[in-house]
């Protein structure tokens, strides 16, 4: 008899590991944009937005 393994998760394996990576590079982005002083003129961001 073959031994039927059901899956017991709803995400695979590899859908994990992708959401763990995504999940550390943007943490590391976010670490680094802080550390390193980056400054958004949200204000002056916000008005290019809406001028386009």
Not at 35 to 45: A, M, S
């Amino acid at each position: 008899m073959k031994n039927n393994k059901q899956k017991s998760s709803i995400l695979s394996q590899k859908t994990i590991r992708t959401l763990a990576l995504l999940f550390v590079a943007l943490l590391t982005a976010g670490t680094v944009l802080i550390l390193g002083g980056f400054e958004v003129n949200w204000k002056e961001t916000w008005e290019a937005l809406l001028k386009m």
